[in-house]
């Protein structure tokens, strides 16, 4: 008798898990139908080699390519001399949008930096970069 109960047991815990698995996925696959997805035209925009005190605003262009909207909360430099700035409003399926990044020229020598963007579009933050050199 002490069996049965246990196998009755273990297989309605099994049964239990898998239906919660079940749940997890078709959540997680409605989720993705209706999520935005933010795709960039380069993830990566070259200065080449630029005089000191010359423009350092470059734009990262990107369009929604999801179908919600997008919503840009974060971007951050870790350097104070890389200066993003986001899109204030939500970006709409099929739109577009840019972030634009300031970069100090003052500072000669090589540019190499990453901008770390946050979205609703992603758990992870998406890493833009910079790179080029500055020279007198």
Do not use: H, W
């Amino acid at each position: 008798m002490k069996k049965l109960t246990i196998l009755l047991f273990a297989s309605l815990l099994g049964f239990t898990a898998y239906a919660q698995d079940s749940e997890e996925v078709k959540s997680e696959t409605v989720a993705q139908e209706t999520s935005p997805k933010i795709e960039f035209k380069t993830e990566e925009i070259d200065y080449g080699t630029i005089k000191k005190g010359a423009d350092g605003v470059r734009q990262f262009e990107f369009t929604n390519t999801g179908n919600d909207v997008l919503i840009i909360s974060r971007v951050y430099s870790t350097c104070g001399c890389t200066v993003p700035k986001k899109p204030e409003a939500p970006i709409a399926p099929g739109e577009s949008g840019v972030i634009e990044v300031k970069y100090d020229t003052k500072r000669v020598g090589p540019i190499r930096k990453t901008i770390s963007v946050y979205s609703n579009a992603g758990k992870e933050p998406l890493p833009l970069k910079i790179k080029g050199t500055i020279v007198e």
